[in-house]
């Protein structure tokens, strides 16, 4: 090394000297600013005059030498033996044609040139083919030699580049024998050039280097001397640099050059040997060794690994930080290839010489640590890509077998990469882990140590805790962490689960105890007390069972558990002067982590976090947030509550006598007894009270304030509370079993006898509603509970004079509203007279005085006789006020509950209905008397006549008889009373009322016989509601309007539903009730409904009370007051809330009135032509109108009570407000005002019903809060911030659920296909995405529906409509995916029994196949027109049919098929298909058996006519839609549903005649040539490939199409612009793969085509040239087509045809062609099958540039074209970096550090003397990337278009917190290689100076390239190739018949 060192230290290269300014940044910038860098640095080189070419020295020679006679002689030897070449067939031949080369040049040696040196390089270079013999190869390298001995050194230089193409590449396959020869050469010849070797430096090196592969020492000497001496001759830091871009390039001489830089590279202990070896260019070395540490193979890696340990310690840091960072990353990347010999290189590198493991590690923390972890953590931080993040990761779990390695790195790094995955996860859109990151991150996560990874993750809570500054936001950031490390991990190993699972639950205890001592973060005590949980939850019950060894453990320390934990993950406080024992630390901790230490401490923990809690949310300033604290810490301390229970009752006898004066006990009461939220009282409650069923704390903690627990609870039942209504009546049992149960009932008895009864009566009722609900579900529910209260309410029933009417007429009013609740009120009452008096009886047989005998029964004993009485009057006053739907229920209907068959034992027999038990236990008190000597007889006798009473009203109910005209008169007076009532809100008079009006009709009909009254003369005049059905009308409307009293609406439910049949009988047909009455009823009552699901929508921040409110305001505001002029006073006394009960009278009657229109359907006016409205927007409350039907609300109303004079005036004087037309609402019925116009729209009042439904969905997603930071955080941890209490919502949705399924099953029932097509129309206006992808068929395959119209509603028109798009882009939109489909409406219902999806279907394809065959005449279509709901029927089949549901559907379809033939449906024939495919795929899927052969012929039948239909239809949208469903769905299914192979073939021959067969000719014959139809034939024709594509698919099918595609593949229009274009690439790819592969000789015939004819007479050379052009694009087209080596075969008889194209200099347009299809099979054939075009093809392309550099005179516009084909050529040469080519790329570009720097000689690179031509000319010719706008190129090329030719990999923004060294540049190389492109993306130019940009940055891309290892982008690669590829750029000049290139334009044909 002595002698290698003072050339080490001797000179630099000169051209350093000459360094941009710009260069020595260019590592620091980012990827766009280094391509500007560069390419200006480069062009200002170029500029100088250095840079202008030097003049041949031959040329002179030549000039001299022509004088001379021998020297034609010598030209003319030499041309004769080179034209011997041609006919060269083997390698004799070969050996003669270069004996006979090398006689000529000896023969003439006194001449030093050569004649046509160019094609003398070539055959030299092709004579050293591998292939050839050894003496082939020695013959050649003599001629060689002759050459240079004869030309000399100076013309050596000047010809370099043609010689060294031949030699360079020769070492690798040489012989040993001529490896020394050419060894030799390279020495004797080479060495001497000196400086001149620069350009050819790398190729030259990287030709040197495969001769120290070989064995023998003598070689590898010779090889390392002649290495030696280049260092010398070229200067050793431009040497080194050359030989680190070989290591970075070619892959294939790394071992090599690692072999020499073992010997020759000294060891770096300071910066001066960097300097020495590689000048500034460190970075490059470091690079070079980086590439050659990923290398794949293991004896690179080794080498490598020993260079990298022998010469490059790492504690001389004598590299930039950047580097050290990106090499010690590569190295540590050697573990993921489990090798011990690589591994322990690299532990030998990074731990360093020392023996001792402390000095290892000491090495290791110095010097390797920071630069590993910067590399991991930054290329984890800082990269897009999961697969560097998954190595990242396996690199992480590799080295944890070096514990001296592995745990530096994980204290540093685990918790920012925790950190950093948890970011991943918040990332994606599903709020998990990528399944690839999420199981290498579970292994490692798994293979550390417990300990280790919960200290780590605790220590950051702990830390925050204690922090001084923001320790909230620390504290949350720290928990986000410990909940995604719990939840993402799961990990299960024991001591996870008993020691550290559970030391973390008393962490975050502890730490919200520290919290709250100090301030109460609400927001943050909710992430704590669910985080809390969620480890509760985790924590094993066999912890808390493990009590055997903890008899004698003392209660810990409540207040230290906080130091505790810090201590126990060995984290202690630095201020503390005590260090605590690790003895003494894990004694402590074990106490607490199991048994009855960690009850101790958990329950502890919640009572003293629950006292501090507790005080914030007592009073109206506690939010929502603080209250869900409260809940949670209740929850945690009943949960430990219930396991000390369970596992530790010494635990609970220890804090059973603190507990009732604990702070905690005293808060909660206050929470309970005090105003604040109700659930934080909840919580509360329910925990004193289960602490008291514990026997933890005595009765009286609750009894002292029972009184006001009670007023609380009571107080919650109010109409605002609704959420709240179930859980308060639970608490109240509790409190009734738990505390005083008298106590209690007193309580609530004293609301209800005091003056307040009818205020307090709406909450007895929702208490008595829920009360049912919860004994339902408790079979040992107590009958007697609560019954005083009951009682209350009947006592108020009686006419005394103590009660006002008030009291009397609500009491009646809630017994007549809750009779469908009438068997727990008859069981209380019954429970009452059986069960609370206990009454003994005798029985004794005596003789009457007639003679026979008979059985007395007396009382045994005494009994309170009064409350007897009391009993039986209150149960015969219910059954009196609950009216006879009760009595009739009670006589088909049977106890069934447990208590009350009990209690009836011995009374009734089992099976008695309810009227037999009541008679029967009130006959018992009857027929019992007492003792004549009894003291009670007068009470006993008084008893047994209130049950005689009672027996006699159940038993008989008589009827009553009435004239005529009283009742007619009466009636009139009645409907008066009852309208003043309804307007002025006397809900409490209606009820009587209306029972007088009831028995009135009911009388007066059964009086009259059925008669009308035009039939009863003399009775006209009086027929009171008959008179003038307006009236009535009015009636019932204000009714059901103008009031929300649950009672009177269900109480004119049921009037009405009784009362029509009645008037309708006696008004007789002269008057339509159901047009008059029923249909305006029915309306009104949907506006109220959708009025009512707005209020029960519950938005985000609007509490109930404004709900209530807003919907109040909103009734008063559609002005239904003005309309039925009503004064405000009046409208003023409105109910104040809309409640459920509310709703649910609403439905009733919206219930009975739809059923008694379904069943008089046929009567009533439906089916004009309207537009529906939508009823989900009837909330708005600025219109002045709402749309009812087809005419408005306030012009209907103004028919129903404009008729009458009198009315309208009243109306007029009564609202001076009511508006006086509908200027609002314009529409084609404006002028109409008759009531007859008004229509019964089942989709509309089904809307309603729907909306209701919706309102009550609680699952659904509402609207949200402003997404702070807070709202974020809670609902990271399960908390929704906007939550209302909803305790009970359950329980009021499933009532109202349930309540509509029962309305839709009535519906259903009476019009069951109706009310299908109705739910079929309603998801049609729910998804008006529908006909995204579909035009209405009517307008093209079949007959239309009935109605022509279109909606107008905006919300029913897709967006691809309504923005003017044709049929042919709307149908290429999108489609939705299935979650985007509403199937709301489908699922209503189908909650109806019976209304499976079979059935549904069932349903809708007999209504289909009706509409098919009837036509116009068929029914349903005034509800769902035909589209619409064959739209729906393909839809709800794919989406909501299960398979075996397929499987059942099935043969229904094949019936409707068989009866119908396909030709019939018309247009529901392409529905119809879509939908049965899918059905028979998934029927077969399900079950094999369903496929049939009659299944496969009538789906053969049914594809053939839909196929046939499409030739008749002149719409192209409507035909491209049916070829898609062809294409995606049927042809792949067809060998699976049609077995038979002929039928198969002869679908497939259908499709092919009747839609691609014209298609395809059309094409050809030029008929779609017309360019008003350019997108609609271009889409057309996408759907005729995306066919053909598909049979493609089907190899069986392959003899149907080939014919036409072969034939349209040899057409001169197949490169057409409608027929080629990139998305259509794919199609015909796939086509002509499968074309050739299945039949080979196509192939030999495309080669046939390029072949030139024999010459013709009247041959034009120019249409010669297109058509051969035409074939070689088609034949490229064919090769870009197949597989990798698909053609390898025929890669011989290719390169025999380009060859000769190249030989015989055709014109440019076809030389074109040949450089396009040597760029596909540069993409399609593998590099090294590829040699043997090398001489060729570089003889060419230097031919070509010298052309360009030479050219005089004006510019060719083919040469320039000509010239852009070559440079795009080597431009993707350039970027696939071949190991063939970049031995020769230093021709056309400078491969070197020159790249860079000003050379101090002219460049010897093509390119770059062609760079300083074009620099020359005027800078406004020349032109950076050109802008590509045209819509013919791909899309990746248009967005990159001007963009550099490198793409760096993206950097996502790295946390600060992180702390990485590196920016984001820098990060750059650790995130992954960037991908370099292709410079020119243009397909023709005008001049060279267009492909300037390509020219100019070459050189220095190519560098920048090798310098970021950068690899190919092969989407764009492809994409260019689609670009050049699909696209024939030829036009014919008229006038000289010559050709050009047209830059713009494209045509297809070609004319002479």
């Known amino acids: 090394m002595s002698a290698n060192s003072k050339q080490l230290g001797g000179k630099h290269s000169p051209s350093l000297s000459y360094k941009s300014a710009d260069e020595a940044t260019v590592n620091s910038v980012d ?66 044609f270069l004996t006979k080369l090398e006689r000529s040049f000896k023969t003439y040696s006194r001449f030093a040139v050569v004649p046509h040196k160019e094609t003398v390089a070539k055959r030299l270079a092709q004579c050293l083919n591998p292939a050839l013999p050894t003496g082939v190869h020695q013959k050649a ?21 043609l010689y060294a193409y031949g030699l360079f590449p020769f070492m690798r396959n040489a012989s040993l024998s001529t490896k020394s020869q050419l060894l030799e050469i390279f020495s004797r010849v080479f060495v001497p050039l000196g400086t001149s070797l620069r350009p050819c430096m790398k190729s030259f090196t990287a030709g040197v280097l495969p001769g120290l592969e070989e064995a023998s020492a003598e070689m590898s000497g010779r090889v390392m001397d002649l290495l030696d001496r280049l260092q010398e001759t070229v200067d050793s830091a431009f040497f080194f640099q050359t030989l680190f871009l070989v290591m970075v390039t070619n892959a294939e001489q790394r071992e090599s050059a690692l072999k020499y830089l073992a010997q020759r590279l000294p060891v770096f202990t300071q910066k001066e040997d960097v300097e020495q070896i590689c000048g500034d260019q460190g970075s490059l070395m470091v690079r070079a060794l980086a590439a050659t540490l990923t290398d794949s193979k293991t004896l690179v890696l080794r080498a490598a690994l020993d260079v990298v340990m022998t010469r490059i310690p790492l504690r001389t840091c004598v590299f930039e930080t950047r580097d050290v960072v990106l090499l010690v990353k590569c190295a540590a990347e050697v573990v993921l290839k489990k090798d011990m010999s690589l591994n322990r290189r690299f532990y030998t590198w990074v731990l360093g010489p020392g023996e001792s493991d402390a000095e290892q590690s000491a090495h290791f923390a110095q010097y390797v640590q920071a630069p590993l972890t910067e590399a991991l953590l930054g290329s984890f931080a800082a990269t897009s890509s999961l697969d560097q993040q998954h190595t990242v990761l396996r690199v992480l779990i590799g080295l944890i077998d070096k514990p001296a390695i592995a745990q530096p790195i994980l204290d540093a790094i685990f918790v920012p990469l925790l950190q950093q995955l948890m970011a991943e996860r918040d990332a994606c859109a599903d709020g998990m882990l990528p399944v690839k990151l999420a199981s290498v991150s579970r292994m490692f996560v798994e293979m550390l140590d417990p300990i280790f990874t919960w200290s780590s993750v605790i220590n950051q809570l702990t830390q925050a805790a204690v922090a001084a500054d923001d320790p909230g936001a620390r504290i949350a950031r720290a928990l986000r962490l410990l909940l995604f490390f719990v939840q993402t991990f799961e990990l299960d190993d024991d001591a996870t689960l008993q020691v550290h699972v559970p030391m973390a639950l008393l962490t975050v205890l502890a730490t919200l105890d520290r919290m709250a001592a100090k301030t109460v973060d609400a927001t943050l005590c909710c992430c704590l007390t669910r985080t809390a949980i969620e480890l509760l939850t985790r924590v094993p019950t066999a912890v808390f069972a493990d009590v055997s060894e903890q008899a004698d453990v003392s209660e810990p320390d409540i207040g230290g558990l906080f130091e505790t934990a810090r201590a126990f993950y060995g984290m202690h406080d630095a201020a503390s002067e005590d260090r605590a024992d690790a003895a003494a630390v894990e004694r402590s901790a074990a106490e607490v982590v199991r048994g009855v230490g960690l009850l101790h401490a958990t329950i502890g923990l919640s009572k003293r976090i629950a006292a501090r809690l507790a005080e914030h949310v007592v009073g109206d300033r506690a939010g929502a947030t603080a209250v869900v604290c409260v809940e949670d810490i209740c929850h945690i301390l009943r949960t430990a509550t219930a396991y000390a229970g369970d596992f530790a009752d010494s635990v609970l006898a220890a804090t059973m006598h603190e507990d009732s004066e604990h702070p905690w006990v005293e808060a909660f009461v206050r929470v309970v007894t005090q ?54 009546v639970q608490l109240l049992c509790m409190l009734r079993r738990q505390a005083d149960a008298p106590t209690v009932e007193r309580g609530l008895a004293g609301f209800l006898a005091g003056p307040e ?24 529910a107590d009958m007697l509970a609560f019954s005083r209260l009951l009682l209350l309410v009947l006592d108020n029933t009686h006419n005394d004079g103590g009660l006002s009417i008030e009291q009397q007429s609500a009491a009646r009013a809630w017994i007549v509203g809750g009779v469908g609740e009438w068997e727990s009120v008859l069981e209380t009452l019954l429970a009452l007279q059986l069960v609370s008096i206990r009454t003994q009886r005798t029985k004794s047989s005596v003789v009457l005085a007639t003679g026979h005998s008979s059985t007395l029964q007396e009382h045994a004993a005494g009994f309170d006789c009064g409350r007897l009485s009391y009993y039986l009057g209150a149960m015969q006053q219910y059954l009196e006020l609950a009216g006879t739907t009760v009595i009739r229920s009670m006589v088909s209907t049977v106890p069934v509950s447990e208590p009350m068959l009990r209690a009836t034992e011995g009374v009734a027999e089992p099976g008695s209905s309810w009227m037999q038990v009541v008679a029967l236990a009130a006959l018992e008190f009857a027929l019992t008397g007492a003792s004549a000597k009894s003291s009670a007889l007068a009470a006993v006798e008084a008893t047994r006549a209130r049950a005689a009473e009672l027996v006699a009203f159940v038993v008989s109910r008589p009827g009553v008889a009435w004239p005529a005209a009283v009742v007619a008169g009466m009636q009139a007076r009645t409907v008066d009373a009852l309208l003043h009532c309804v307007l002025h809100g006397r809900a409490a008079m209606q009820l009587p009322l209306l029972d007088l009006l009831s028995a009135l009709i009911s009388t007066q009909v059964h009086t009259r016989g059925g008669q009308t009254l035009a039939d009863t003369p003399g009775v006209a005049t009086a027929a009171g509601i008959a008179s003038d059905v307006r009236v009535f009308s009015r009636l019932v409307l204000a009714a059901f309007t103008m009031q929300l009293d649950v009672v009177a609406l269900s109480r004119w439910a049921q009037f009405l539903h009784a009362a029509v049949p009645f008037v309708q009988q006696l008004v007789g047909a002269e008057h339509d009730v159901l047009r008059w009455l029923v249909l305006p009823c029915l309306h009104m009552l949907r506006l109220v409904l959708a009025q009512c699901a707005c209020c029960f929508a519950r938005p985000a921040r609007v509490s109930a009370a404004a709900r209530h409110q807003r919907t109040s305001s909103q009734l008063l505001l559609r002005e239904l007051v003005p309309l039925f002029a009503i004064p405000t006073s009046a409208a003023d006394k409105r109910p104040a809330h809309v409640t459920v009960d509310v709703l649910t009278a609403l439905l009733d009657a919206f219930d009975v009135l739809l059923a008694l229109s379904l069943r008089n359907a046929d009567s009533m006016p439906v089916g004009r032509e309207t537009q529906r409205p939508d009823s989900r927007a009837s909330d708005s409350s600025s219109q002045s109108a709402v749309s009812l039907g087809a005419i408005p609300i306030v012009r209907f109303m103004s028919s129903i009570f404009g008729q009458d004079p009198a009315d309208a005036n009243d109306n007029d004087s009564s609202s001076g407000n009511k508006p006086t037309g509908d200027d609002s609402v314009k529409g084609e019925h404006e002028s109409v005002t008759d009531v007859n ?157 019976g209304r499976a999806p079979v059935a549904i279907l069932t349903t809708l394809l007999n209504d289909l196949h009706l509409r098919s065959t009837l036509g116009g005449s068929a029914q349903g279509r005034e509800l769902i027109d035909d589209a619409e709901l064959a739209r729906f029927v393909e839809l709800y089949a794919r989406h909501r049919l299960t398979a075996r549901a397929s499987a059942v559907l099935v043969p229904h379809v094949l019936v409707m098929l068989r009866e119908c033939a396909p030709q019939q449906l018309g247009f529901a024939l392409p529905f119809v298909l879509r939908m049965f495919t899918e059905l028979c795929s998934r029927a077969m899927g399900a079950d094999t058996a369903a496929r049939t052969p009659e299944l496969g012929s009538l789906y053969a039948q049914l594809a053939d006519a839909c196929v046939a239909a499409t030739a008749r239809v002149p719409d192209a949208a409507s035909v491209d839609r049916v070829l898609a469903c062809v294409a995606d769905m049927v042809v792949p299914q067809l060998p699976q549903l049609v077995p038979d192979y002929e039928r198969q073939v002869a679908v497939a021959t259908q499709l092919m005649q009747h839609a691609i067969g014209p298609a395809l000719r059309a094409h050809m014959t030029g008929g779609y040539s017309g360019p008003a139809h350019a ?24 003899k149907v199409w080939r014919r036409e595609v072969w034939d349209y593949f040899c057409d001169a229009k197949f490169f057409s612009e409608h027929t080629m274009s990139p998305e259509l690439a794919a199609h015909w790819r796939l086509l002509v793969r499968q074309l050739l592969t299945t039949d080979k000789d196509r192939f030999a015939d495309l080669l046939s085509r390029i072949a030139a004819s024999a010459p013709a007479l009247f041959a034009n050379r120019v249409y010669e ?36 194209i190249l030989k015989n200099a055709p014109l440019p347009i076809v030389q074109c062609e040949v450089f396009l299809c040597l760029r596909v099979l540069l993409c399609r054939i593998s590099n090294h099958h590829m040699s043997n075009f090398w001489p060729m093809l570089l003889t060419e392309l230097i031919r070509l540039c010298l052309l360009q550099l030479n050219r005089e005179g004006p510019e060719d516009r083919e040469q320039a074209n000509l010239f852009l084909a070559a440079c795009k050529f080597l431009d993707l040469l350039f970027v696939l970096g071949t190991e063939d080519f970049l031995i020769h790329q230093w021709i056309f570009i400078t491969d070197t550090i020159d790249a860079l720097y000003g050379s101090r000689s002219a460049s010897h690179a093509l390119l770059d003397q062609l760079s300083a031509r074009l620099l020359s000319m005027p800078s406004s010719a020349r032109r950076k990337h050109a802008q590509l706008k045209d819509k013919s190129y791909p899309s990746i090329l248009l967005a990159d278009s001007d963009g550099p030719s490198l793409k760096f990999p993206w950097v996502t923004e790295v946390d600060p917190e992180l702390g990485l060294a590196l920016n984001a540049t820098e990060l750059q190389t650790l995130s992954g290689r960037p991908l370099k492109r292709p410079i020119i993306s243009i397909r023709s130019v005008v001049s060279i100076k267009d492909v300037d940009a390509f020219v100019h940055n070459a050189s220095a891309q190519a560098f920048e390239a090798a310098f970021t290892m950068a690899e190919p982008d092969t989407e764009f690669i492809e994409a260019l190739l689609v670009s050049d590829l699909m696209y024939l750029d030829f036009t014919t000049n008229a006038n000289n018949q010559s050709l050009s290139m047209a830059p713009a334009g494209f045509i297809s044909d070609f004319e002479l």
């Open 141 to 161: 390298l003599g001629i060689y030699e002759q050459i240079f001995k004869q030309i000399g050194q100076e013309q050596l230089i000047a010809d370099l580049s």
């Open 675 to 728: 105003p604040s939220a109700f659930a934080a009282a909840d919580a509360a409650l329910s925990t004193l009270l289960e602490f008291v069923e514990r026997g933890l704390l005595p009765r009286q903690v609750i009894v002292g304030d029972l009184s006001l627990l009670v007023a609380r609870l009571w107080a919650a039942l109010s109409a605002e509370h609704v959420s709240n209504h179930f859980r308060a």
């Open 757 to 780: 009864f009818v205020d307090q009566l709406p909450r007895y009722a929702v208490f008595w509603r829920n009360l049912r609900l919860i004994e339902h579900h408790r079979p040992d």
């Open 1575 to 1598: 997108t609609t034939q271009t889409h057309h024709f996408a759907s005729v490939l995306q066919c053909l594509a598909a049979l493609a698919q089907q190899a069986a099918l392959t």
């Open 31 to 96: 990827s766009t600013t280094r391509h500007t860098q560069l390419t200006s640095s480069f062009e200002t080189d170029l500029s100088a005059p250095r840079r202008i070419r030097r003049e041949d020295p031959s040329q002179e020679l030549v000039r001299k030498y022509q004088k001379d006679s021998k020297y034609s002689a010598y030209v003319q030897v030499v041309e004769r033996c080179l034209q011997s070449f041609d006919y060269v067939s083997e390698w004799a031949d070969v050996t003669a």
């Open 1665 to 1700: 040239a297109q058509m051969r052009a035409l074939a070689l694009r088609r034949l490229s087209f064919a090769i870009w087509a197949g597989s990798t080596n698909q053609y390898l075969s025929q890669l011989p008889h290719v390169q025999e045809r380009l060859v000769d």
């Open 1237 to 1393: 116009l008004l229509e019964f729209d089942l989709v509309v009042m089904l809307a309603a019903v729907q909306a209701v439904w919706e309102a009550f969905d609680f699952g659904r997603p509402q609207q949200s809060l402003a997404d702070a930071p807070e709202s974020r955080l809670l609902r990271e941890f399960g908390v929704d911030a906007t939550r209302s209490e909803a305790a009970s919502d359950m329980h009021v949705r499933q009532a109202v659920h349930t309540r509509i399924a029962v309305l839709v099953e009535h519906a259903a029932a009476s019009r069951p296909a109706e009310v299908t097509l109705a739910m079929a129309a309603l998801w049609i206006r729910d998804n008006p995405q529908w006909c995204t992808h579909l035009e209405t068929p009517s307008r093209s395959l079949g007959r239309g529906g009935s109605r022509q119209r279109r909606r107008s509603s905006a919300s029913s028109v897709p967006a691809s409509r309504a923005s003017g798009l044709s049929d042919g882009a709307a149908s290429q939109a999108a489609a939705p995916a299935d979650s985007q489909w509403n199937w709301r409406a489908p699922n209503l219902l189908e909650r109806v029994p």
